[in-house]
């Protein structure tokens, strides 16, 4: 037979349950208390009244020789003869003699004192002492009865008043864990230290979550990038070889023609060997220097120099990805005689390239569009990758790219990144 799952009862009813037992406990304790107290005191009363009552009625008895007529409403007196039976009484009393002192029965007290010739008995029913007794209890018990009501109700009032926010806090973990928002924010003004406490920490482990996944999502966008900046790299100079090689295939070319046909196709090849070279190799130091950087992707273009110590939180090889796209940017859409200039500085905690042309700048339309995947204002050819490539991989570094361009006017594309130490400030 299955075990039957136990289903855990809420905070709120334990704590219900928790301060109604403890009310109830404490007061049945004290009621306990207080009517043993009390029967305690009136018996040990009526005891001291009993002996007085008894001596005085002995001292009249041996005086004059009679018992009182009268007695008051639950007493009773009995005289024994030295045989021990009862020779007078009145009231309820038994027919032998008790034995001396005091003893007390179920419902009386009685008092047995020696005489000349036997024995005196003065007995007192314990109604005086039962009846207040009786009267506590019940009122102990209606009390304790409202008591605990009372304390259920404001347990009740604090139980919720404690886990309310707990349960908020608990829908709140619900929704987040069946939507994945991770950018909610935690109410963390809460009275209780300790569910502030805890609200506080789950707020810091969604902002933990929320870098965590950010830093993933980043880390898919520049591979993503990366693997179509391949494909665009290698497209162009892999069809120039192929075109290359079946024209030489089909002797179509001769002579000079053919020559310069298969040093084209060479260098195409050696772009693409370099390019494999490229992606063959690790990505290297997590910093790089931007000016070591922008110097090797000058290519004879002017180089507008900045400080030499200029380091920036990404890969060198990265870097000069998207200083590459940025100048084959600026070569395709512009005239062959068209001024390039790079350069970079260093803008407090921000290190700062730009690559600019006097070229023949964007329409306004263009630019909106010029960081779009696919897009092309013109036909100058490509795949219209270039910037958009160049903004995926700077910006999941956190860095920017901005574009000012105007018509007739040129076009000048600034990069920034996030500046590092060098590393050896690191080591």
């Not at 929704?175 to 609200?199: F, K, M, Y």
């Amino acid at each position: 037979m299955a075990k039957r799952e136990r289903r855990p009862h809420s905070l709120s009813r334990r704590l219900l349950v928790a301060m109604v037992a403890l009310v109830g406990a404490s007061l049945l304790l004290a009621a306990f208390g207080a009517v043993y107290f009390l029967r305690s005191v009136l018996v040990h009363n009526l005891r001291s009244q009993l002996v007085a009552s008894a001596h005085s009625t002995v001292g009249f008895y041996l005086h004059t020789g009679a018992v009182p007529a009268r007695l008051p409403l639950g007493e009773s007196i009995a005289i024994y003869g030295a045989n021990g039976r009862r020779a007078f009484a009145i009231g309820s009393v038994p027919s032998a003699a008790p034995p001396l002192g005091l003893s007390q029965q179920a419902r009386s007290l009685r008092y047995t004192v020696p005489v000349p010739g036997g024995l005196f008995l003065e007995e007192v029913n314990m109604t005086s002492v039962n009846r207040p007794v009786h009267v506590l209890e019940g009122v102990l018990a209606l009390v304790t009865l409202a008591a605990v009501l009372l304390a259920g109700i404001v347990a009740q009032g604090v139980a919720r008043g404690l886990t309310a926010p707990l349960s908020s806090l608990s829908a709140e973990a619900t929704r987040i864990s069946e939507t994945g928002d991770l950018e909610t924010s935690l109410p963390t003004d809460h009275s209780v230290r300790e569910i502030r406490d805890l609200a506080e920490a789950l707020q810091q482990m969604l902002d933990r979550l929320g870098q965590m996944f950010g830093a993933l999502e980043a880390s898919e966008q520049r591979e993503r990038a990366l693997r179509e900046m391949t494909l665009h790299d290698l497209r162009t100079p892999l069809s120039t070889v192929l075109g290359t090689l079946e024209l030489l295939a089909g002797g179509r070319l001769q002579g000079s023609a053919a020559v310069e046909a298969a040093s084209l196709a060479q260098r195409e090849a050696g772009r693409l060997a370099a390019r494999i070279r490229d992606l063959d190799t690790k990505e290297g130091e997590p910093v790089s220097n931007l000016g070591q950087v922008i110097g090797r992707a000058a290519r004879g273009h002017r180089l507008s120099g900045g400080p030499q110590d200029t380091w920036i939180a990404a890969p060198a090889a990265e870097v000069g990805q998207v200083i590459d796209l940025l100048v084959d940017n600026a070569v395709r859409h512009n005239p062959p005689d068209t001024d390039i200039e790079l350069g970079w500085r260093r803008a407090t905690d921000m290190a700062v390239a730009w690559v600019r042309d006097n070229g023949v700048g964007m329409t306004q339309e263009t630019a909106e569009h010029a960081f779009e995947r696919f897009y092309r204002g013109d036909s100058a050819g490509g795949l219209g990758l270039g910037l958009a490539l160049a903004r995926v991989l700077v910006e999941s570094r956190g860095g920017t790219v901005e574009l000012e361009t105007s018509p007739g006017q040129g076009t000048r594309v600034t990069v920034r990144w996030p500046a590092a130490p060098p590393p050896e400030a690191q080591a």
